[in-house]
């Protein structure tokens, strides 16, 4: 089955700063790769996701990449703001329709 | 409303007694997905429904779990002679179809057994 990989566990970052996420898969066969936001008592909700068509998406401060050679996927966040201090959760989904969900990372941001 | 609703928000019960979760997904999506998340932890795949079939139970942790879907909509997640490790939030997700369809998530049901 498929098998997803996050780093980091925690990621602390000034307010403007940059903030990377990066997960690995093993299926060839995922071809969906969304990410979540969940905030304190909260669901996650989903905020960017990428097919294995293409290779970056752009969605205002926030972009994700995908390398289907490497199997790896990543989650940019630029100019950080205390407001998106949160976990995030990335997931790959394929030949299977249960995605597989990473481990999650909390995103601090500090003022 | 139109996203998912679980009920009750909080449940507090005691070790031996049976629970039962509710899960209202989004009008008209077909796929439903239940999860279990322990503190400070990740996702935990219970159980996937198409329609009213779950052709995944894979990830319930015992026979003390069921889950059921009627008419392709409601969904109840049942956790019989409850233990202290079923203590987590239960989280359920619907998508319009399943597999690589995003999926919603509601606020999920905080499960406190004592």
């Known amino acids: 089955g498929e098998n997803v990989e996050q780093h980091p566990s925690t990621l602390s970052v000034q307010e403007g700063d940059s903030a990377v996420i990066k997960c690995t898969y093993s299926?060839?066969?995922?071809?969906?790769f969304p990410w979540y936001k969940q905030e304190l008592g909260k669901g996650p909700q989903l905020i960017i996701d990428i097919r294995s068509n293409v290779g970056e998406k752009k969605d205002q401060r926030i972009a994700v990449t995908l390398n289907k050679t490497a199997k790896h996927f990543s989650l940019h966040i630029t100019e950080t703001q205390p407001e998106d201090s949160a976990v995030y959760f990335c997931?790959?989904?394929?030949?299977?329709?249960?995605?597989?969900f990473g481990r999650g990372t909390s995103l601090i941001v500090h003022p | 409303g139109a996203g998912v609703s679980q009920s009750p928000s909080n449940k507090v019960t005691e070790k031996g007694k049976d629970v039962e979760l509710r899960c209202d997904p989004i009008?008209?999506?077909?796929?439903l997905y239940w999860y279990r998340q322990s503190l400070g932890q990740g996702l935990e795949f219970l159980i996937y429904?198409?329609?009213?079939?779950?052709?995944?139970k894979s990830g319930l942790p015992s026979d003390r779990f069921s889950a059921e879907r009627t008419g392709g909509s409601v969904s109840t997640l049942t956790i019989q002679r409850t233990q202290q490790e079923d203590s987590a939030v239960y989280l359920c997700?619907?998508?319009?179809?399943?597999?690589?369809?995003?999926?919603?998530f509601g606020d999920g049901t905080r499960l406190s057994i004592l």
């Open positions: 299926d060839s066969a995922s071809n969906y």
């Open positions: 997700a619907s998508s319009s179809s399943g597999g690589s369809q995003p999926q919603h």
């Open positions: 997931a790959a989904t394929g030949g299977s329709y249960i995605p597989t």
């Open positions: 009008s008209g999506h077909t796929a």
């Open positions: 429904f198409q329609g009213n079939s779950a052709p995944d």
